[in-house]
């Protein structure tokens, strides 16, 4: 079946630039997150969504990242003058609903920031 | 603040040699705790949840325990494809629906 899927798998992009994260649910989840995986470590939290409404950005690093999910599906993360800091794997889950449901991730977006 | 530890960072075992990964985690309440396995260049494949102490879950060769300060996945005569990080996640009771990761256990089996 369809699972979360993220476009696109890979992106390099000079110092200043803009940059556009897709992210495509599980159809009929509910819950979406936003997470940042650097290298070794576990998934960091940046920004949650329940339907269209975005619950919770407390972990988006500043002012320079933005999530947005219009229709409760699609969800984008746009990152603007992107800095080398940012170079990361951004990843995707999405659950059925709000509570101790497991996520399904998607396979990431692999960023390097020249 | 919620807290997740796992050991150890890496585990280099030989086919059929059995072991343990551990997850201890500090949450205010625990609404459930997560088990996710990674391969590489790929995303967490979500494994087991776990909502109370005592309880048990089993899939192939792995198990999965919990306590009231951590859990343990235990690996019964792993195989090479058995090899990847292994993440532990705690979701805490309260408002918020956001798990917190730890930084996940690489394990390696030899053929």
């Known amino acids: 079946g369809a699972g979360v899927s993220q476009s696109p798998r890979y992106k390099v992009a000079k110092r200043g630039q803009d940059v556009a994260l897709r992210c495509d649910p599980i159809?009929?989840?509910?819950?979406l997150f936003w997470y940042q995986q650097a290298l070794g470590q576990g998934p960091e939290f940046l920004t949650y969504f329940q339907n269209e409404a975005q619950l919770d950005k407390s972990g988006l690093p500043s002012d320079r990242f933005f999530a947005e999910r219009p229709e409760g599906s699609v969800s984008t993360l746009k990152i603007q003058r992107t800095q080398q800091e940012d170079s990361a794997v951004y990843l995707c889950?999405?659950?059925?609903?709000?509570?101790?449901?497991?996520?399904?991730f998607g396979p990431g977006t692999r960023l390097t920031v020249t | 603040e919620d807290q997740v530890t796992q050991s150890p960072e890496a585990l280099r075992l030989q086919e059929g040699e059995s072991s343990s990964l551990n997850c201890s985690y500090t949450v205010s309440g625990l609404r459930g705790l997560f088990w996710y396995r990674q391969d590489p260049g790929k995303g967490p494949e979500f494994l087991f949840t776990l909502y109370s102490a005592g309880e048990e879950k089993e899939k192939e060769r792995l198990k999965a325990t919990l306590t009231k300060k951590e859990s343990f996945l235990h690996i019964t005569a792993p195989k090479p494809e058995d090899s990847a990080t292994y993440l532990c996640?705690?979701?805490?009771?309260?408002?918020?629906?956001?798990?917190?990761f730890g930084r996940g256990t690489s394990l390696i089996v030899h053929p």
């Open positions: 996640a705690v979701q805490a009771s309260g408002g918020s629906y956001i798990p917190t």
């Open positions: 889950a999405s659950s059925l609903a709000a509570g101790p449901y497991e996520q399904y």
């Open positions: 159809s009929g989840h509910v819950s």
